[in-house]
């Protein structure tokens, strides 16, 4: 990867931050023009060479470390939440912070991957989910690239969804019940015809699938999933505190492995009597265009011994080997969240292209 890919890249991170993340934003703008910076970033794996990798690991030191000046601009880290970053530029703070730990950076860029443990993608899954329950059939739950596993208690949450153009009622499901001291709120803003769900479905069976799970019981581990969270977002940190207690009661099983070589046998270990409904958000870009080509083809081969349900939140053009409807690649120049669903019944494959979504389940705009 030469200094272009990586100024690309970064510029790329900065469009992609806008207006929810200045800091960031400022940041991908200007190592953009930072090749030594930006060159920091080739001691990760080919395949996690992202910026937000980067920015994790920075964060990482900043949230366990007290004593580091760059902590000044990061909002959530500030001693108030009331109180306001210092004005001016961040960035030479945090090109110094850099350069003063470039060998601490290199060895967490190598071993680290990022793990945006999102649960307001749960708000885009529940549709799906609901529709496949209103069959009345159970569910068996399997998300690839789980993470922490915070998506597969997507049954534990209370989702309210509201109409972008303020018409129409607030539409609210799920419980109220408090588990772990904690109750998560989800809302989503919605446009089009959304088949809002009339109940949270209840989910039989769950597992997850990931390279490097997260154990929500560890501090170090949720430590890391704060590291991940952008930092002028306060709002993901409150709710991303609240799932994790709500996990640290009953921590749903994950599976170390491969999401290629070992979706067969993290299947073969869900209830067979049960629907299987596969969930992943924004992993399969991680995957190079062979991986992604048999990803699909693993499911294809599941679904010649059980019906299933398949739904990807990402970006058609960073995914462009899944099966995406003809046309809607050419509507993802920004690399916005596009909701795909493929159904497998009796081997006979049918897919639908359902809406874009905000990446993180702030918004759902339905096809």
Request: hydrophobic share 40%; charged share 25%; proline share 7%.
């Amino acid at each position: 990867m030469d200094d272009e890919e990586l100024a690309r890249r970064f510029r790329e991170s900065a469009r992609g931050a806008g207006r929810r993340a200045p800091l960031y934003r400022r940041f991908g703008e200007a190592i953009a023009d930072d090749p030594e910076t930006a060159r920091l970033l080739l001691h990760a794996p080919a395949d996690q060479r992202m910026p937000v990798l980067l920015y994790a690991c920075v964060h990482w030191i900043l949230l366990r470390e007290p004593g580091h000046e760059l902590r000044r601009w990061y909002p959530n880290l500030t001693v108030r939440r009331a109180e306001k970053p210092p004005g001016g530029d961040p960035y030479p703070a945090f090109r110094e912070f850099c350069a003063r730990n470039e060998e601490r950076l290199a060895g967490l860029l190598a071993e680290r991957t990022t793990q945006t443990n999102e649960v307001g993608r749960c708000a885009l899954f529940l549709p799906v989910l609901a529709e496949v329950a209103a069959g009345d059939r159970p569910i068996a739950h399997l998300d690839v690239g789980a993470s922490a596993g915070l998506n597969l208690l997507l049954d534990r949450y209370r989702y309210r969804y509201e109409p972008d153009d303020g018409t129409g009622e607030t539409h609210t499901v799920g419980g109220s019940s408090t588990i772990g001291g904690s109750t998560v709120e989800l809302v989503c803003g919605t446009r089009g015809d959304v088949p809002l769900p009339r109940a949270v479905p209840p989910i039989a069976d769950r597992i997850g699938l990931d390279q490097s799970p997260i154990d929500v019981t560890r501090t170090a581990d949720a430590d890391w999933l704060r590291a991940c969270v952008w930092p002028d977002q306060a709002d993901r940190f409150d709710r991303l505190d609240r799932a994790l207690a709500v996990a640290s009661v009953d921590p749903p099983p994950i599976v170390r492995g491969d999401l290629v070589d070992d979706l067969r046998a993290t299947v073969a270990r869900l209830d067979p009597d049960a629907h299987l409904v596969v969930t992943a958000s924004w992993v399969l870009n991680y995957l190079d265009a062979e991986r992604r080509r048999a990803f699909v083809d693993t499911l294809d081969a599941v679904a010649a011994d059980r019906d299933l349900t398949w739904c990807a939140a990402e970006s058609p053009t960073l995914t462009a080997e899944l099966p995406w409807p003809a046309g809607v690649a050419d509507h993802d120049r920004a690399h916005l969240t596009h909701l795909l669903r493929v159904d497998w019944r009796a081997g006979h494959r049918t897919v639908a292209h359902l809406a874009v979504a905000h990446p993180h389940g702030y918004w759902l705009h339905w096809a």
